[in-house]
Antibody, heavy 120, light 110 residues
């Protein structure tokens, strides 16, 4: 069955860096995009980034552009989210999700999320 | 990248129908048929309920349906069950090749 699993969350200080991983199984990983979405405590969902299936294109929300970088290693069925210059407002549960449909327009399988806490 | 507008809360009794609206702009909801809906129970990951405005993934009850008119999309749940109580989020592709979610709607089944 299709699974995506996030890892790498933790507690870091403002200004620090952290790398999240999203490892997938149960489907042909190299033919799907992967989205990252976050949810601050008690708040709604916020789209963060998308990486295309082949790594040729990636897109970011304005709130993270220039600080976060998405990449993938199809040999490991893994997408990474490198987060630099972390701020208090980046505190959230980070979900990765498989991107499906034309233009990877919807998110059909989600992981359980990994919590990132930015605090001094 | 302003969030799509959803009502903060809706409620209904078991067996009734409810509709949740999702209002965007001509740059997102109004421009593409790429609206999707997600259900989230407390402490759980979101689950896809509707994609491309009105399509249901395999395994999702046909009590859930979606539609769109202009810049506003809607999710209708008919024959409410107690287990439908959850948060619901709409999302749309935008003309800047980004995605935007709604603020979420808390559904209470009385």
């Amino acid at each position: 069955q299709v699974q995506v699993v996030e890892s790498g969350g933790g507690v870091v200080q403002p200004g620090a860096s952290l790398r999240l991983s999203c490892t997938a199984s149960g489907f042909t990983f190299s033919t799907y995009g992967i989205h990252w979405v976050r949810q601050a405590p008690g708040k709604g969902l916020e789209w963060v980034a998308l990486m295309w299936y082949d790594g040729t294109n990636n897109y970011y929300a304005d709130s993270v552009k220039g600080r976060f970088t998405i990449s993938r290693d199809n040999s490991k069925n893994t997408v990474y989210l490198q987060m630099n210059s972390l701020r208090d407002e980046d505190t959230a549960v980070y979900y990765c999700a498989r991107a499906s449909g034309y233009g990877f327009s919807f998110l059909d399988y989600w992981g359980q999320g990994t919590l990132v806490t930015v605090s001094s | 990248q302003s969030a799509l507008t959803q009502p903060a809360s809706v409620s209904g009794s078991p067996g009734q129908s409810i509709t949740i609206s999702c209002t965007g702009t001509s740059s997102d909801v109004g421009a593409y048929n790429y609206v999707s809906w997600y259900q989230q129970h407390p402490g759980k990951a979101p689950k896809l309920m509707i994609y491309e405005v009105s399509h249901r993934p395999s395994g999702v009850s046909d009590r859930f349906s979606g539609s769109k008119s202009g810049d506003t999309a809607s999710l209708t749940i008919s024959g409410l069950h107690t287990e439908d109580e959850a948060d619901y989020y709409c999302a749309s592709y935008t003309n800047t090749i980004t995605w935007v979610f709604g603020g979420g709607t808390k559904l209470t089944v009385l």
